[in-house]
């Protein structure tokens, strides 16, 4: 709750980067400090808010970012703040249409904006409604389609299901200085399963330090906001970041895989859960991949397991009627839709039988048919019987029930991680003495 003569102010901020710079975090964390700097407190931490990863034109993650505040100055003024900082720091490209939304107070509709754009391919005219009724104001997006990001990050507060992520720069063009990558190791045998998807072992592949040309020198995940503000100032210090700034954030939480969708109802570009039978064998395909169909009572869809994912090898086991959840993401092909698994949960994968042979009752030896005529006749002792038929054996599934996750290196951000599952998060109001390092200096 905002004090007596304070408000409370959302800013929601998206597309201020390219694939060639910059980074929609480190612009808010800018604009988090300017605000702080004229009398603004945090409401809650700076939130990043990914949204729907299976959207065709985003750049990396499809990140947007939210701050929370309470001031002193009311909505226009802030929003004077936001737009000089966006003109200062965003990158001027092409792809990129830097885009921020203001609300003061209730965030109401802007909900439902947040929780569609996880899921759902929203057009920018979709999040007009919501926008006039929190009487948002909305800067830039000349290009249109920032504003469902900035607005869905908006909406997202307050987050109830989140993790956290201690984010640490460098200025923007400058070197990433290459001890982070050593100390992000050292740093993960230390604290997991506090700090967690910051190593593909399987891979020897660093996670935790993006190599593209944006600022961020580290991003270090956890459960545990307590942990990560007091690891910040030293790893910032011993790693060379000039800027350490923790965000709530929906990652690893799975929020865009949180509800089964009947097949029919698919759409392109959906992030979707089925659940239903498995309809006919696995397809092997070139590459390595699979291919399943799985139905339910409303249509079948071809469930896609990439050799990337690691998931193909559990898919090859799978055979019809075994029952199956698969989560992922829509993509229309010329064929019709397929879901890109993210995920398989094996719910009943019951035995298999087979027809075969006899065995001789007298050496054990497996028997001929003795054809139309029937009955079958011993190759080895030559004992008949026109009376025997196939048996029914059971053959052996290797295919256990329960949940099998892509490889860490296939991870979209919203992927719960295996190592972090089961971690519940801590809930930490008061906020720890520091979200942002340096602190700002008025
Ligand atoms: P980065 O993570 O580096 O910030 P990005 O992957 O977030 O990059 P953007 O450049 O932000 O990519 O592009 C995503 C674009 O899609 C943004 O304009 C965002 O507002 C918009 N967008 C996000 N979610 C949806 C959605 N569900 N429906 C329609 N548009 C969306």
Not at 45 to 70: C, E, W
Not at 226 to 255: C, D
């Given at each position: 709750m905002?004090?007596?003569?304070?408000?409370?102010?959302?800013?929601?901020?998206?597309?201020?980067?390219?694939?060639?710079?910059?980074?929609?975090?480190?612009?808010?964390?800018?604009?988090?400090?300017?605000?702080?700097k004229?009398?603004?407190?945090?409401?809650?931490?700076?939130?990043?808010?990914?949204?729907?990863?299976?959207?065709?034109?985003?750049?990396?993650?499809n990140?947007?970012?939210?701050?929370?505040?309470?001031?002193?100055?009311?909505?226009?003024e802030?929003?004077?703040?936001?737009?000089?900082?966006?003109?200062?720091?965003?990158?001027?490209?092409?792809?990129?249409?830097?885009?921020?939304?203001?609300?003061?107070?209730?965030?109401?509709?802007?909900?439902?904006?947040?929780?569609?754009?996880?899921v759902?391919?929203?057009?920018?005219?979709?999040?007009?409604?919501?926008?006039?009724?929190?009487?948002?104001?909305?800067?830039?997006?000349?290009?249109?389609?920032?504003?469902v990001?900035?607005?869905?990050?908006?909406?997202?507060?307050?987050?109830?299901?989140?993790?956290?992520?201690?984010?640490?720069?460098?200025?923007?063009?400058?070197?990433?200085?290459?001890?982070?990558?050593e100390?992000?190791?050292?740093l993960?045998?230390?604290?997991?399963?506090?700090?967690?998807?910051?190593?593909?072992?399987?891979?020897?592949?660093?996670?935790?330090?993006?190599?593209?040309?944006?600022?961020?020198?580290?991003?270090?995940?956890s459960?545990?906001?307590?942990?990560?503000?007091?690891?910040?100032?030293?790893?910032a210090?011993?790693?060379?970041?000039?800027?350490?700034?923790?965000f709530?954030?929906?990652?690893?939480?799975?929020?865009?895989?949180?509800?089964?969708?009947?097949?029919g109802?698919?759409?392109?570009?959906?992030?979707?859960?089925?659940?239903?039978?498995?309809?006919?064998?696995?397809?092997?395909?070139?590459?390595?991949h699979?291919?399943?169909?799985?139905?339910?009572?409303?249509?079948?869809?071809?469930?896609?397991f990439?050799?990337?994912?690691?998931?193909?090898?559990?898919?090859?086991?799978?055979?019809?009627?075994?029952?199956?959840?698969?989560?992922?993401?829509?993509?229309?092909?010329?064929?019709?839709?397929?879901?890109?698994?993210?995920?398989?949960?094996?719910?009943?994968?019951?035995?298999?039988?087979?027809?075969?042979?006899?065995?001789?009752?007298?050496?054990?030896?497996?028997?001929?048919?003795?054809?139309?005529?029937?009955?079958?006749?011993?190759?080895?002792?030559?004992?008949?019987?026109?009376?025997?038929?196939k048996?029914?054996?059971?053959?052996?599934?290797?295919?256990?029930?329960?949940?099998?996750?892509?490889?860490?290196?296939?991870?979209?951000?919203?992927?719960?991680?295996?190592?972090?599952?089961?971690?519940?998060?801590?809930?930490?109001?008061?906020?720890?003495?520091?979200?942002?390092?340096?602190p700002?200096?008025?």
């Amino acid at each position: 709750m905002a004090e007596p003569g304070e408000k409370l102010v959302h800013v929601g901020i998206d597309d201020t980067d390219s694939p060639l710079g910059m980074c929609t975090t480190y612009v808010s964390s800018i604009l988090m400090l300017e605000l702080m700097k004229r009398g603004c407190s945090l409401a809650d931490f700076p939130y990043l808010v990914r949204l729907n990863p299976n959207i065709p034109f985003k750049t990396r993650g499809n990140g947007a970012v939210s701050l929370h505040l309470r001031c002193e100055m009311g909505a226009e003024e802030v929003a004077g703040v936001v737009e000089r900082v966006l003109e200062a720091y965003s990158e001027r490209h092409a792809k990129t249409d830097p885009t921020a939304v203001v609300v003061q107070g209730d965030v109401g509709e802007l909900r439902s904006v947040y929780r569609r754009a996880l899921v759902e391919l929203l057009a920018p005219s979709q999040v007009e409604k919501a926008l006039r009724g929190a009487r948002a104001m909305v800067l830039g997006g000349r290009k249109g389609r920032g504003v469902v990001g900035a607005a869905a990050s908006i909406g997202a507060y307050e987050l109830d299901v989140f993790t956290y992520e201690l984010l640490l720069y460098v200025p923007p063009g400058s070197a990433k200085p290459p001890q982070a990558e050593e100390g992000v190791v050292e740093l993960d045998r230390l604290l997991r399963p506090l700090t967690f998807a910051n190593v593909d072992y399987g891979a020897s592949r660093v996670l935790a330090t993006p190599r593209g040309p944006d600022p961020v020198l580290a991003g270090i995940r956890s459960a545990n906001p307590l942990v990560l503000s007091s690891i910040a100032r030293r790893l910032a210090e011993s790693w060379g970041a000039s800027l350490a700034v923790i965000f709530k954030t929906n990652q690893a939480t799975g929020a865009h895989l949180s509800k089964v969708k009947p097949v029919g109802e698919l759409r392109p570009y959906d992030s979707a859960v089925v659940r239903g039978l498995v309809v006919a064998p696995p397809a092997e395909l070139r590459g390595g991949h699979v291919a399943l169909k799985v139905g339910d009572s409303t249509g079948t869809v071809t469930c896609m397991f990439y050799r990337e994912t690691g998931l193909q090898r559990v898919a090859k086991l799978l055979r019809e009627g075994d029952r199956v959840e698969v989560g992922g993401g829509v993509v229309p092909r010329s064929r019709g839709l397929t879901l890109n698994a993210e995920y398989v949960r094996v719910l009943d994968a019951p035995p298999l039988s087979k027809l075969e042979n006899p065995r001789c009752p007298l050496c054990g030896k497996r028997m001929k048919s003795l054809g139309k005529r029937g009955g079958f006749k011993c190759p080895a002792c030559g004992y008949r019987d026109p009376a025997l038929g196939k048996v029914e054996v059971r053959v052996p599934r290797f295919l256990e029930p329960g949940l099998y996750l892509q490889r860490p290196l296939a991870y979209r951000h919203l992927s719960p991680p295996a190592e972090a599952m089961g971690v519940e998060p801590v809930r930490a109001p008061p906020l720890p003495s520091l979200v942002v390092w340096p602190p700002p200096r008025s």
